[in-house]
């Protein structure tokens, strides 16, 4: 969370690509409903929207829709 927080003071909107497991990771630190069923239940490829700019995330699946 530090690295992505760090990057996108400096630089705005950031793409961030990575596994499964980190992104299931990332979005339970950013809200607990998402857990093992959602890791679980992945396609490859799945592509989330973050909005971390308010105070609240707003977190959504934008691909495939699910």
């Known amino acids: 969370m530090q690295v992505i927080e760090r990057v996108q003071s ?5 793409l961030l690509v990575t596994h ?4 299931a990771l990332l979005l339970q630190r950013l809200d607990p409903k998402y857990d ?5 239940t992945m396609r490859n490829p799945d592509v989330y929207r973050l909005d971390l700019s308010n105070e609240e995330p707003v977190i959504k699946c934008i691909w495939p829709h699910k």
């Open 36 to 40: 093992f069923e959602t890791w679980r």
């Open 10 to 14: 400096q630089h705005g909107s950031i």
């Open 20 to 23: 499964g497991n980190l992104l």
